[in-house]
Structure formats: C-alpha cells, structure tokens
C-alpha cells in the first residue's frame, strides 16, 4: 500500500498541511451540500464532538461569511476553534479560516489554520471529495504532526463522510 500523504513542506517549517481524497457515488453537489453544512461535521470528522453555528442557519450548506464553532473531544486538550467561511463555489468549493476560542470565550487575534473542501465532478454521478487542512504552526508546539494533520486519522473520517452521504442523500 502507498503512503496517503507525502509531506512537500518539511515538518520543521511553521506551517503544515494535509490533502486526503475520496470517491462519493453522488453527484457534485449533493456531496459539496452535505459536506459544507455545519451539523453534519461532527458525523464524520474524527476530532469534532460538537458544533454550533454563531452566524448563518444551521443545517443547511454555509455561506460566505457564516460562523461556526467546533468543539473538540476533551481527550485531545484542544481549545474549541471558530471557523469563518472565507471562499465559496457553490458546488465546487468552500474554504475556511479557524483561530482558537481562548479560555474567555473569545476568539484568538489570530487564526491558525484553513480548511478547504472541493468536489469535482466525475462524469458519472460520482464525485471526487479532497479535504485540504493547511495549519501555523505555534513556537511552543512540539515537532511532529498533530493529530488533526494525520491522513492515517482522516482518511476513516472520509469513509464516514462517503458512507453518510452514500445513505443519506436521494
């Protein structure tokens, strides 16, 4: 088996990131719909407990400046990150910036990580789903990936994600 991730920037550097891909038999955007609505995040990706939209509708697809808040499984000692919609295709692509909520409830000076989500249609009712997460990485961070960087960890959550939308959409 290959590896599911080669790393193009050293892990010595500020900054890493992590692409993991899937094949969903469901069209473009019923897969981009699913995915990008905030209740559905913690159905499939490994680290989410819980969410909570500050702005925007919650169970529906997210819009172009839409808030959520993660909750983190308490296991992984992570504070909660808010996640602001940044960009967005309708069916094609969707990217968010995170920054930590501090201990206060509010939300850190600076964001920390960018999440992007693509679909790209197949040409047989099949899509490809691609999870980009890039993330700064702080001086105080020990070397090696974090959790949230490890394809091994994500990759699971892909399955999830395809089983649920499989299942779920019409």
């Known amino acids: 088996?290959?590896?599911?991730?080669?790393?193009?920037?050293?892990?010595?550097?500020?900054?890493?990131?992590?692409?993991?891909r899937i094949v969903v038999e469901r069209p473009a955007q019923v897969v981009y719909d699913w995915a990008t609505t905030w209740s559905n995040l913690p159905k499939w990706?490994?680290?989410?407990?819980?969410?909570?939209?500050?702005?925007?509708?919650?169970?529906?697809?997210?819009?172009?400046?839409?808030?959520?808040?993660?909750?983190?499984?308490?296991?992984?000692?992570?504070?909660?990150?808010?996640?602001?919609?940044?960009?967005?295709?309708?069916?094609?692509?969707?990217?968010?910036?995170?920054?930590?909520?501090?201990?206060?409830?509010?939300?850190?000076?600076?964001m920390h990580a960018i999440a992007t989500f693509t679909t790209f249609d197949l040409g047989d009712g099949t899509t490809l789903f691609c999870r980009l997460f890039e993330r700064l990485i702080p001086d105080t961070e020990p070397p090696g990936p974090h959790p949230v960087e490890d394809p091994a960890q994500i990759q699971p959550g892909l399955e999830l994600l395809k089983a649920h939308i499989e299942a779920t959409a019409g």
């Open 1 to 20: 088996m290959s590896d599911l991730y080669v790393p193009q920037i050293p892990d010595n550097l500020n900054v890493r990131f992590v692409e993991n």
């Open 45 to 110: 990706l490994p680290f989410a407990s819980g969410t909570e939209v500050r702005r925007g509708t919650d169970g529906v697809p997210a819009e172009l400046g839409d808030v959520l808040l993660e909750y983190i499984f308490p296991e992984l000692n992570e504070k909660p990150k808010e996640y602001t919609v940044v960009a967005r295709v309708p069916g094609k692509l969707w990217t968010v910036v995170g920054r930590d909520v501090l201990d206060d409830d509010v939300p850190a000076a600076a």
